[in-house]
């Protein structure tokens, strides 16, 4: 199973960047997916989750109504649309995967993922 994130890069505070994580040897159809962050001398930290339903979503308190999570299952790539971009979200983003998640959770523990990606870098400057 691998997990590719993509869509990282530099951008000015109040822009916007798109994260892709394209997974293969497994379905996500079926799986919880989530974003976490980790920023240089920090814990990596949850930013947001979706449920296999795809219909429930949840945030961390600083990104939300800024950050939005979706999945294509089609394309077995979820994404993670970031806006109004802030220094303090600089940080290696990873995407992670749920198997055998309850159908309308979202998990913000990073203990609850099995798989995971290598990370992307997001660079916000003032």
């Known amino acids: 199973v691998q997990l590719e994130e993509s869509g990282g890069g530099l951008v000015q505070a109040g822009g916007s960047l798109r994260l892709s994580c394209v997974v293969s040897?497994?379905?996500?159809?079926?799986?919880?997916m989530g974003w976490f962050r980790q920023a240089p001398g920090k814990d990596r930290e949850f930013v947001g989750g979706?449920?296999?339903?795809?219909?429930?979503?949840d945030y961390k308190e600083s990104v939300r109504g800024r950050f939005t999570i979706s999945v294509d299952n089609a394309k077995n790539t979820v994404f993670l649309q970031m806006n109004r971009l802030r220094p303090e979200d600089t940080a290696v983003y990873y995407c992670?995967?749920?198997?055998?998640?309850?159908?309308?959770?979202?998990?913000?523990?990073?203990?609850?993922?099995?798989?995971w990606g290598q990370g992307t870098q997001v660079t916000v400057s003032s």
């Open positions: 992670a995967a749920k198997a055998a998640p309850r159908f309308w959770e979202t998990y913000t523990d990073s203990d609850d993922y099995d798989y």
């Open positions: 040897g497994r379905s996500i159809n079926g799986d919880a």
């Open positions: 979706i449920s296999w339903s795809a219909t429930v979503t």
